[in-house]
């Protein structure tokens, strides 16, 4: 029995036609699952009882179960425990723009970015859409509250899970859906420049974000494995051809590493590296955790980097600091509870 939460609204219309019934249903079926947030199909009320006893033998409406949440100043995290057991994150940050999901696209990740909680915990499988899409449900009803923005930059890297991704975001988008803005809805990859020419394909209006987090090969290497197999010239030659053809602004993601990547020459070659190019850098306040080499860079130095890339006409902004004693580094949660076990 296949859970509905994956289906589209065209899957739903070319099942309802194969069992002869008007592709119509497939609208009011969404309308009760993401407007009025039925728990069971005997609640929909404008449907024959035998169209909602087929639902019941081809469908179920399982949600996922919540393991633990902790909160800190505008901020919820969450764990979630899967069908079979495994465990995945989602965290909700409250911004002056509205409620953010950030949520997970895998169970474990095997990009291995080495500042990154997450890629200790290698990939055990992609999610379904409906893994991606329950969190939003299940955390929009525990704090009674509307989520109007989502990120997929939780556990995992969402292009190395392609197809679900892309048919979660557009069961989100949908107006029959859960009706998220597409300009609400962020991907952010490491940089796998293949899945990046098949999203430029895709046409997709979502916005995009890199994990950037070096201005030179030698120190992303370092970091992220991913990029010696796709290099800086590799994933900004392609970086320039989406936005070439899509006229949308890029958001570069760049964790602040004590020492690392925080001098004032990264800054000056990072203003060199982007010049000329429709993005603007989000500056990271790094999660420290137990388990990492790596230390956050102070303030002063941030606001240096800041200055640096404003001096050099670089767009950038540095993201508002959420949860760092809450274990809010993507990971930290799921790696805790299985130690517990």
């Not at 609208?27 to 699952?33: D, K």
């Not at 291995?112 to 899409?133: A, Q, T, V, Y």
């Not at 000056?268 to 790094?286: A, D, M, R, T």
Request: charged share 25%.
């Amino acid at each position: 029995m296949k859970n509905i939460y994956n289906y589209s609204i065209e899957d739903l219309e070319n099942y309802f036609l194969t069992i002869n019934e008007k592709k119509f249903r497939a609208t009011q079926v969404y309308e009760w699952l993401y407007k009025m947030r039925i728990n069971n199909f005997d609640e929909i009320k404008n449907m024959k009882q035998d169209v909602k006893e087929k639902l019941k033998e081809d469908f179920n409406l399982d949600k996922l179960t919540i393991v633990s949440k902790v909160q800190g100043q505008d901020v919820y995290k969450y764990l979630f425990k899967l069908h079979d057991g495994n465990t995945i994150e989602a965290v909700l940050m409250k911004q002056s723009y509205g409620n953010s999901l950030c949520v997970s696209t895998q169970v474990g990740c095997n990009i291995g970015c080495h500042f990154c909680e997450s890629g200790k915990l290698k990939r055990i499988r992609n999610l379904e859409p409906s893994e991606m899409l329950l969190p939003i449900l299940a955390i929009e009803a525990d704090l009674n509250i509307r989520i109007s923005h989502v990120v997929l930059m939780g556990i995992g890297e969402p292009f190395d899970n392609y197809d679900n991704v892309i048919k979660f975001i557009n069961i989100i988008n949908h107006p029959k859906g859960i009706d998220i803005g597409a300009r609400h809805i962020t991907v952010s990859t490491s940089g796998l420049v293949p899945k990046i020419e098949q999203f430029i394909k895709d046409g997709k209006q979502v916005n995009l974000a890199i994990s950037l987090h070096a201005p030179n090969d030698e120190i992303r290497n370092k970091l992220m494995p991913i990029n010696k197999v796709y290099n800086l010239s590799m994933l900004i030659k392609t970086i320039k051809k989406y936005i070439r053809i899509t006229n949308r602004r890029v958001t570069m993601e760049y964790i602040m590493l004590k020492g690392i990547n925080d001098s004032s020459e990264c800054a000056n070659e990072l203003s060199q590296l982007l010049k000329g190019i429709n993005c603007y850098v989000n500056l990271i306040p790094y999660n420290e955790t137990s388990n990492s080499q790596f230390k956050k860079s102070n303030k002063e130095n941030v606001m240096k980097f800041y200055d640096t890339l404003k001096r050099n006409k670089i767009n950038v902004t540095i993201r508002k600091e959420f949860g760092s004693n809450l274990m809010a580094a993507c990971g930290q949660l799921r790696a805790n509870y299985k130690e517990d076990q």
